[in-house]
């Protein structure tokens, strides 16, 4: 699974890249193990660990702190281990796997690695091939039908469904566009659980996706607060002159 963005999309990926993965990867173990030892030391991986990335990586290799959320054994047949893995970005699945073989004493190495799932897209609803898009492409260039070309190509909203969201008023949209801070009157209703320096999605009205910023206030603030800074844009996805430009005619006058 790997999320490929178009055109302003692009400013959005940090955020998908940053997201919860799956996994689902063999694991060669490389000796005999007891089924019910193997389950024991796969429950002392779950949780916050600690990992050095291998040798061969693109990242420092200095110890750091990765949370694995789950890992679920679905098949084992002779010294082979079928995993599901769940697990905070940057987590080596290899690395994780070498550790659990040093654990167990026998050693082990990843066979086979497939990613399910990343941030919001996930295999099974969202997997589409560069065939798939070739053919969607003709259908639509033939026929003028894009129903085909919507299923493979989604809107850039699907990327930051993970994201907390903040909806703001018409009136702001056109001010965040250019860069503006979101300052409270703007919101009109925010996701509960935002805290300060959460990472969030500002939204209109309709639904469209205009940035992502960075928190300055907890949620309660947001809503309560009648003035003041609430979120600071990090990146602006909607293009500016899309919503008129209120705040301008405010400045005139």
């Known amino acids: 699974m790997l999320p ?12 998908v890249m940053k997201a ?18 193997l389950k024991l030391v796969l429950t002392e991986f779950t949780g916050p660990i600690y990992q050095r990335p291998p040798l061969r990586s693109a990242v420092k290799r200095v110890i750091r702190i990765r949370r694995i959320y789950s890992i679920e054994m679905l098949e084992v047949k002779n010294t082979y281990v079928l995993l599901k893995v769940k697990c905070e970005a940057g987590t080596y699945i290899r690395k994780l796997v070498h550790d659990i073989g040093m654990v167990l004493g ?20 969202h997997l589409v091939t560069l065939h798939d898009l070739k053919d969607a492409y003709d259908e639509w260039i033939e026929t003028g039908d894009d129903k085909m070309l919507r299923k493979v190509i989604l809107p850039v909203e699907k990327a930051v469904e993970h994201l907390p969201f903040v909806v703001i008023r018409d009136s702001a949209v056109d001010a965040i566009c250019h860069g503006a801070s979101l300052a409270t009157p703007g919101i009109l209703r925010v996701e509960t659980g935002i805290k300060v320096g959460t990472l969030v999605a500002i939204f209109t009205q309709k639904g469209e996706l205009v940035a992502l910023g960075k928190a300055l206030m907890r949620s309660e603030e947001m809503v309560s607060s009648r003035r003041g800074i609430a979120v600071k ?21």
Request: aromatic fraction near 6%; proline fraction near 8%.
């Open 20 to 37: 919860p993965k799956e996994y689902v990867c063999v694991m060669k173990l490389h000796g005999e193990v007891d089924i019910g030892v």
């Open 233 to 253: 844009p990090t990146c602006v996805v909607m293009k500016p002159g899309i919503y008129p430009p209120l705040w301008k005619r405010k400045t005139e006058t």
């Open 106 to 125: 026998c050693g082990a190495h990843m066979q086979e690695l497939r990613r399910i799932k990343a941030g919001p897209f996930t295999e099974e609803e």
């Open 4 to 15: 490929i963005a178009l055109n302003r999309a692009t400013r959005v990926l940090a955020a």
